[in-house]
């Protein structure tokens, strides 16, 4: 399926550079959203019939606990890398600040740096399409919180990939709540970095 | 309000899963369903990415640096929520040892 998976985006991306259904680009972002809203629904009738509810309540706290590692762990990470990149430190956590949202976190730099702005949007969206690809590879070795973790706040979409190709509903569940409390502290966490 | 309409819909989704009678378990035609769902999406995300010049030409330019901080950015999250994950199980196997 992984396999599909990357032909797809490859003749999507080959079409895209050929210039071949230049209208897609119009639609593209509704396309996007109604292929989410739907997969969302039919993922959710599985964790419906899977008595999802009695682990939602036994998660509870462990998973805000998760979303803020999540981000703690990723600035860390940027932080000790950073020396060794043509880059500083500062520069370094305002484009990982953006943990995987590319839409707002591109915007957001852009003002401050238009070259850093590049640099995190490549962040967020290799951060998302790797993690689509990462989740189910590694999902008989690890467990879904440090799985959706790859993803920062862009958990919902490879969440319910992995979720489709293992059949683990965890997954979406985790990617729905982690990746909406990684969501909630990108709009501050970009302008904090950018200010220091 | 994007995460608030996913919120929903999921809501709904696991209320007909779980009061829906006559929706089956499992079912290959929703399996295949949903991976239509998915290759739509990878393609159309392929062609976004594919048909934005100042993209692709960003790719080339600033992609090891991206790439790089990708890397760091998912290791170390990886790394840490596995680290807290192990810790929160380490009382649970302490006591079924006992």
């Known amino acids: ?196 | 309000m994007l995460m608030a309409v996913f919120g929903m819909i999921m809501i709904a989704g696991i209320l007909a899963g779980a009061r829906l009678p006559w929706i089956p378990s499992e079912s290959r035609l929703r399996d295949n369903v949903q991976r239509v769902f998915l290759y739509t999406l990878l393609f159309v995300l392929g062609h976004q990415l594919g048909s934005d010049d100042a993209v692709v030409a960003s790719l080339s330019q600033m992609g090891i640096l991206g790439v790089a901080l990708a890397v760091a950015g998912m290791l170390g999250s990886f790394l840490f929520v596995l680290f807290l994950r192990i810790q929160f199980e380490k009382p649970r196997k302490d006591a079924a040892d006992d």
């Open chain 1, 1 to 196: 399926m992984i396999k599909y998976m990357l032909l797809c985006v490859g003749v999507g991306f080959a079409a895209g550079r050929l210039d071949y259904f230049q209208g897609l680009a119009a639609v593209s972002t509704g396309i996007i959203l109604v292929c989410l809203c739907l997969m969302t629904f039919i993922a959710s009738i599985d964790m419906g019939k899977k008595d999802f509810l009695k682990d939602l309540k036994n998660a509870g706290w462990k998973i805000i606990v998760y979303s803020f590692a999540t981000i703690i762990g990723t600035l860390i990470m940027v932080w000790i890398v950073s020396p060794m990149l043509p880059l500083s430190s500062k520069d370094a956590l305002v484009a990982a600040s953006g943990m995987g949202w590319y839409s707002l976190a591109t915007g957001l730099v852009f003002d401050y740096s238009p070259s850093l702005s590049v640099v995190t949007f490549v962040y967020c969206l290799l951060r998302e399409m790797t993690a689509m690809f990462l989740m189910p590879l590694l999902w008989k070795r690890f467990q879904a919180p440090e799985l959706v973790s790859i993803a920062g706040s862009a958990a919902m979409n490879p969440s319910i990939a992995a979720a489709t190709i293992t059949g683990d509903q965890r997954l979406v569940f985790y990617g729905m709540v982690s990746g909406s409390i990684v969501s909630v502290f990108v709009p501050v966490l970009v302008p904090f970095m950018i200010a220091l």
